[in-house]
């Protein structure tokens, strides 16, 4: 069965500093993989999508994340984080054939320092 | 734009009552899902529906029950609430499934005294 792992449960960055979430899958055919964020009190909005293609994507706020299929991974980075994104992150995963049906990981909560 | 909306941001019920949980969605489209969420547990799906009338259990669908009588409304209801319910639950949308994404609504924070 399909997995999502967030090992970061909580990051600390300071303003201005660069950004790596950790997501790793497990999934025996191509998964397809999100980023979400919620911000508090809100519900979940999509940051990003991989289905295909080039291994990395852009996404909004500044957002970036590559798919590394020998590594199981699609972590997410952002070159200078600002205080806006504090917030909690959760990876997902998708099957291949129903990509509205997904799997998260367990979120990592971020918090920008000033 | 898309738009999930969730009637309730905040409920406080007591132990034993009938809770509902209603969620609209104003695409066309068919897909809708009930997730709840916890801390260190992220989201886990309660029940999806791919068509009126349409339900099918997700990962925990244990003490909740769906209804879908018109496709832009999916409740969630939970038959006699426990303490153990209480979470924060969240509705989701999308539009074809091979290509489309979840659309979250800002979520209803249900506690159970």
């Known amino acids: 069965a399909q997995s999502v792992t967030q090992p970061d449960i909580h990051i600390t960055v300071s303003e201005g500093a660069s950004l790596e979430l950790r997501c790793n899958y497990s999934?025996?055919?191509?998964?397809?993989l999100f980023w979400y964020v919620q911000s508090p009190g809100q519900g979940l909005q999509l940051l990003l999508k991989y289905f295909s293609g080039d291994t990395l994507v852009q996404g909004i706020k500044g957002f970036e994340a590559e798919f590394k299929r020998s590594q199981s991974s699609f972590n997410l980075r952002k070159p200078s984080v600002h205080w806006s994104d504090a917030a909690e992150y959760f990876c997902?995963?998708?099957?291949?054939?129903?990509?509205?049906?997904?799997?998260f990981g367990t979120g990592t909560r971020l918090q920008v320092f000033p | 734009d898309v738009k999930v909306t969730q009637s309730s941001r905040y409920l406080v019920k007591r132990t034993g009552e009938k809770v509902f949980l209603e969620c609209v969605q104003d695409m066309d489209h068919e897909n809708m899902f009930w997730y709840r969420q916890d801390p260190g547990l992220g989201l886990r799906l309660i029940y999806f529906s791919y068509d009126v009338k349409m339900k099918e259990k997700g990962d925990i669908p244990e003490g909740y029950s769906v209804s879908r009588e018109k496709k832009e409304r999916f409740s969630l209801i939970l038959e006699s609430a426990s303490t153990n319910q209480t979470s924060m639950y969240l509705c989701?949308?999308?539009?074809?499934?091979?290509?489309?994404?979840?659309?979250f609504g800002n979520g209803t924070r249900l506690t159970v005294t």
């Open positions: 997902a995963v998708g099957v291949s054939y129903n990509t509205d049906k997904l799997i």
């Open positions: 999934y025996g055919a191509t998964p397809y």
């Open positions: 989701a949308g999308s539009g074809d499934p091979d290509n489309s994404p979840l659309h």
